[in-house]
Structures are given as C-alpha cells and as structure tokens.
C-alpha cells in the first residue's frame, strides 16, 4: 500500500534532502507527492524551462527506491506572469481585479492561464515520460474559487448558447418575465455577481434574485475549471498515456460539480482536514462520498495532518492514536493509500505551523513522527490484502450538487435549510445503525440497492421521477423528506401541487410548508414515542399513502409527518419534517428491516463497523472513536491482522481507547 505525502524540497538545501529521505525510510514511506507548488522555479520567464532542481530531487527519490505522485504545479502562476498577462488575475464577485498573490489564483478561462498551464504539464510529462517510477500525476491542486471577470463572462455566454441554443430558451430558464429582466441578445447577459443579480443579506448569506442563472453560473464555472484540468490531462496523456491522472477533491466542497468531474480523471483522490470536533461520521460520510464518485471504486487519501491543521482556529494536537484511527477509517472506507500533507515542515509564511512528518525538531524523536512510523509498519504489515476491496453496501444515499446549489439559492422557505444537514440526518443514522451506504448520482442506477434516501431533493431534474418510480415499483424502498420535488433543473417550480412529479409515487399532496424559526417545535407520534418536528413542517394530505405519524400541535394538528405509500411492489416513504437522530434511527430500523438489510456487525455506540470485500477475503474494521475501551462480541471467526490471533465465534475483542481492529474473515 502506498504511504507518504506532499514533499517540498523546494524549499531546502540538498543535504535536507537527504536527511528527509532518510526519515522518510524509516517511517516507511514510499511515495511523495513533488511539485505541487513550484511553477515560478520551474520556469523563470516566457521561453525558458528550467528542471534541473527537480531532476536532482526525482533522481534522489528514484535511488531511494521511492514512488512518485508527481504535480503539475499549476494551483499557483508566477508573478511575473501576472505582471506581464494580467488576464491570468482573477475578479472577485464585487468587481475588484485580484493582483498577484495567494494561490488558486488563475482565472480559468484565461487565454494565457489555458496556454502556460497545460504547456508546462506537457513540459514535465515529456521530460520524465521515461522515468518509471511515477505512481500518478496530481494535476494542479484543490481546484475552486470563483471568478467574475470579462473572461469568463464572455465564455458564460457562450457556454449558455451550447447549452440553450435560443435567446428564448435562456429566458424561459431564467424566468425573465419575472422583473421584466427580458435578454433581446446574448451580449446583455452579465454574470450573477455582486453588481448584479446578488446581495448579501442581513445575516451576511449572499443570495441571489435570479436563481437560474446563478445556478448556471455554478455550472458553468465548475465546468470552467474542469475544462483546465482536462487541458493538463491531455497534455500529459501524450507522453505517458499508461500513468493514471487525478487532482486532489476536498469532498463536500461546494463549489464543483465532483460526480461530473471524477468522469474525467482517472481515480480519485481527495483531502482530508476534518475540524478536531467533526463527528466520525460526517468524516466516514466524506469518504462514501469521494468513493461514491467513480463507481464505488476504491481512492486515494491524498493529504491529512499527521496532527495539526493550522488554517482552523485552534491547532488542536491530533490525540496519541487519533491520526491513526483517522488512516483506518480511510482505509476502511475505500482508501488504496495514505499520504500526509506535508512531509517536511516549512519555515516560512502561512504553513510554517502546519503539521508535518518531520517536524522543525527536525529528527524523529517526536511523538508525531513515532506514530507516523507506527502506521507504516502496520500497513507494510498488511500490504495490499485491502487493495481494490469493496464496500458490500445494500442501501444508497443519493447526493446532487445542483441539488444543493438550488436548495440553498432558495428564497425561502427557512434560512435555516442546509442540505448537507439534511443528508448527515440520514447518513449518521444509517451510520449509527451500522449500515452501509453508497452514495450515488442522479446518473446511477437504482436497482443495485435495497433501500434508497433522497433527502432534501428540492430540484427533481426531468426524468429522474421517472427512474424513481421504476425502482419503486419493482421492489425499491424509497425514503424522501421535507420540501422535495418542488422544482426542476432551472429551479422552475412544477405546478400541480407539492411534491410535484413525485406526487404520485408519495401518494400524498403537500399543501403548505410551516418554516418553524429557531427555538420554535412541533411534535409528532410515530413507533410509539413522540418525536420533535423542527425546521419544516410540511402540511401533508393523503392520496393513496398511509400516515405513521401525524402532528401533535398547532392548527395542523392530526396531519400527517410521516408516510408510507405502497406503490407496485414496493414502498415510498416520505417524512414531511426534520426530527432527531433518534427519529431518524428507529425509522431507518424499520425501513432497512422491511427492505431486508441487515447491520454489518453488532457493536456498542462510538465504535464504527467497517467492511471491504475483494478476491482475497473480507475484511472487517473496527474502528473505537471514544475514550473508552470497548468490547466487541464476534459474530463469526476471525483473524486479527495487527496481532495475528484468531477470535473464536462469540469471542470479545477488546478495543482500547482510540483503538482499531483489522479482521479477516476466516472461510
Ligand atoms: C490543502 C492543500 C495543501 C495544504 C493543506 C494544508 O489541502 O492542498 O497544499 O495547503 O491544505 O492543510
Ligand atoms: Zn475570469
């Protein structure tokens, strides 16, 4: 299994090299990530390309014996490419033309951004096309950010005639009639920014009064972006077209359509950075997530502290065993390698703090540097058993960034509407519950699965009513929540009534929705206990479905909160409010049982359950997040693969605070 992180010897001597590589042996580290950031040393002006420092840094790493993930360099341009190309600067949403600095920094539908940046990935794939220790190429790093330049308004414009032929159509999807905001020619389309159709409001939320083109916008700038990074991704297929390509994802990023780009890259790989006080489950859920973009197939966990993470408020030490945890549990769900950012600490500017391998001590006597050591014996120790696993889940998740994009442009019902709230209810539940989940596209299929959650799916793209009931009717269980099926892929609302073409699938009518503020609750009865109401309450009548629980208070009292519609031969649930874990828990039980899912494994609350299958074997992960020891009982026979012991059938495993156990299942 590959092991390692992002290495800067940019920033040091050679003899540092040398002690670093050193280092990195005795840790057991295989592989480093070079040249993430080193685009203004490796060409110093227009014409000339300069690699001589990195041919002496790949050279080391090679005699070492080492891999390596080699980066393009493009996250950050040089100053004097800015200097002399100022269209490469970005503009920022309130008109101000960025100058040189920071990182991210490249207008992506520059001219000069889209002839340097691809140039310099053919550069370094034709220099090193016979070098034959390069795992991947990383292409740039963490795409995002926004631009709002006369650029990328221009390719706006043309993005919106490939995808709307008419100035018609464009109006229609906007629905310009609204504000008389009517376009007669393509050229008095501007984009949606603070000198346009957005504003910050009281609260400081920027929002916006056209939803459709800035729904647009959100497309088009992540198609932007992936345009660039399938610039590089040609570049560099013509010289070394067997290296698999990716560019490190920061999962539940926002800004870029992940499910449409991951189609274009070669693996995935992403970032993990979770606050000190993140719950194991919103992490485990960025993984499914990442793993969920390409098939279900196994990534790459491309960064993680090895303890602190400087940018959050506090640099919280990662606890003694926490980093190690944090390793499995990637591993666990799908990881095909671990890497640290950063190997080496810097010594200047905003990183100088960041956690690092080595440390600015810099010798391996620290406590950072014997757990990392530690972590690399254990996955030499179990070297590629995991490798291309799979998780056996029977239920999906389906996550849509449109969908998120809509359901927050909103303009009501509550400000407090979060979609990944809404996912998280559901996911940490199913989590709790020990239940795997996949979580899938708008594009995948349904049929795989047993039991399926759609939750907040405001934005029902045209057609997908069509794949749900299909499912539905031949057997699916489908779970839906509040304020869904209100609208299509232009947030055009469906009329007819609420959830629109889902209606007849949900058999039931959703007249009005209560936005309950903050501090304010109903309640309501199901599986006989009372649960709270809270954020939304949708005034739900039946036509067809059955009611599991009606409201307690107010003037809709005795309504229906939750339902079950049987529909050909299966079951379409929805849940017309937003509850607690516990809700949601007891409601999942019941669904994943008449769906015919059983937990992967019993085990005590704080300790997650893990499986990945291949050829080999299976595998099962516990995985201790409390402080507390914690015991296990064995369901089967395993091998535990640290200790090479066999656990009988209803044997108690013991885990220790922070503890992990890697068993194999014994045939
Ligand atoms: C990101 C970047 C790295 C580094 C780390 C620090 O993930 O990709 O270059 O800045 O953050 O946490
Ligand atoms: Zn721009």
């Not at 341009?77 to 100022?86: D, E």
């Not at 299929?445 to 009931?469: D, F």
């Not at 849940?575 to 992967?600: C, K, W």
Request: charged share 25%; hydrophobic share 35%; net charge negative.
């Amino acid at each position: 299994m590959l092991y390692g992180g992002d290495y800067n010897p940019e920033q040091w001597p050679r003899e540092v090299w040398e002690e670093d590589l050193r280092l990195m042996a005795q840790a057991q580290i295989n592989i480093v990530t070079l040249n993430v950031f080193n685009w203004a040393a490796l060409q110093p002006d227009e014409e000339t390309y300069d690699f001589s420092k990195l041919d002496a840094v790949m050279e080391l790493v090679r005699t070492n014996g080492m891999k390596v993930c080699l980066a393009t360099s493009t996250g950050a341009h040089p100053a004097w490419m800015a200097k002399r190309y100022p269209d490469i600067l970005r503009t920022e949403k309130d008109g101000r033309k960025r100058k040189f600095g920071g990182r991210h920094n490249s207008c992506p539908n520059s001219l000069t951004y889209r002839k340097y940046a691809p140039k310099l990935a053919a550069e370094l794939a034709k220099r090193y096309q016979d070098y034959e220790n390069i795992a991947a190429w990383h292409v740039s790093n963490e795409y995002g950010g926004e631009c709002y330049c006369e650029n990328c308004e221009k390719a706006f414009r043309v993005w919106l005639k490939q995808k709307y032929k008419t100035i018609e159509e464009v109006n229609r999807s906007f629905y310009t009639a609204f504000w008389g905001h009517t376009f007669y020619d393509w050229d008095e389309i501007v984009l949606p920014d603070l000198l346009s159709e957005h504003f910050i409001d009281d609260t400081g939320r920027e929002r916006t009064m056209f939803q459709g083109i800035s729904l647009d916008y959100k497309r088009f700038f992540s198609d932007s972006l992936l345009e660039c990074f399938r610039l590089e991704y040609d570049a560099i297929k013509r010289y070394t077209p067997d290296v698999p390509v990716t560019t490190n994802l920061m999962a539940v990023y926002k800004g870029l359509d992940y499910q449409k780009w991951a189609r274009s890259m070669d693996f995935v790989s992403w970032d993990n950075y979770p606050a000190p006080d993140a719950h194991p489950s919103a992490v485990a859920f960025c993984h499914d997530l990442m793993r969920g973009l390409d098939g279900q197939k196994p990534f790459v966990l491309m960064e993680q502290t090895p303890s602190v993470t400087n940018w959050l408020p506090y640099s919280r030490l990662k606890r003694p065993g926490e980093m190690r945890l944090l390793s499995w549990q990637a591993v666990a769900h799908g990881a095909d390698a671990v890497q640290f950012f950063q190997i080496r600490r810097s010594i200047g500017a905003c990183e100088k703090y960041h956690g690092a391998v080595i440390d600015h001590a810099g010798h391996a006597d620290t406590r950072v540097f014997r757990e990392t050591a530690q972590l690399g014996r254990e996955l030499e120790q179990v070297g590629g058993l995991f490798l291309d696993g799979r998780t056996p889940a029977k239920a999906a998740l389906l996550f849509d960034w449109d969908n998120w994009w809509a359901v927050e442009y909103s303009a009501g019902p509550s400000v407090r509407i979060k979609y990944l709230d809404a996912v998280l209810d559901y996911y940490q539940a199913a989590y709790a519950l020990h239940v795997p989940m996949d979580i899938i596209s708008t594009q995948d299929a349904l049929e795989p699965y047993q039991a399926v959650i759609t939750p907040l799916l405001y934005m029902v793209k045209r057609g997908y009513e069509k794949k749900l009931q299909d499912y539905v009717r031949q057997g699916g269980n489908l779970v839906v929540s509040y304020f869904s099926g209100i609208v299509d892929e232009h947030d055009l609302v469906d009329t007819g009534g609420y959830p629109g073409r889902m209606r007849d699938l949900l058999g039931i009518w959703v007249e009005e929705c209560d936005a309950l503020p903050q501090g304010e609750q109903n309640a309501f009865s199901c599986f006989g206990r009372r649960h709270p109401a809270d954020l939304l309450c949708d005034l739900t009548h039946l036509e067809g479905a059955r009611a599991l629980g009606a409201y307690e208070e107010d003037f809709y009292a005795g309504m229906p909160a939750v339902t079950v519609h049987t529909y050909g031969e299966g079951n379409a649930y929805y849940v017309g409010t937003r509850s607690d874990q516990e809700f949601y828990r007891m409601f999942l039980e019941r669904v994943f049982s008449q769906a015919g899912i059983q937990p992967l494994h019993r085990a005590p609350s704080g300790v997650e359950v893990c499986v990945r299958e291949n050829a080999g074997g299976t595998y099962l992960f516990l995985l201790n997040h409390t402080e507390e020891t914690k015991t296990v009982l064995l369901e089967r026979e395993y091998e535990e693969l640290l200790e090479g012991r066999t656990y009988r059938r209803q044997e108690e495993i013991v885990l220790e605070r922070k503890g992990v156990r890697l068993l194999r299942a014994v045939e």
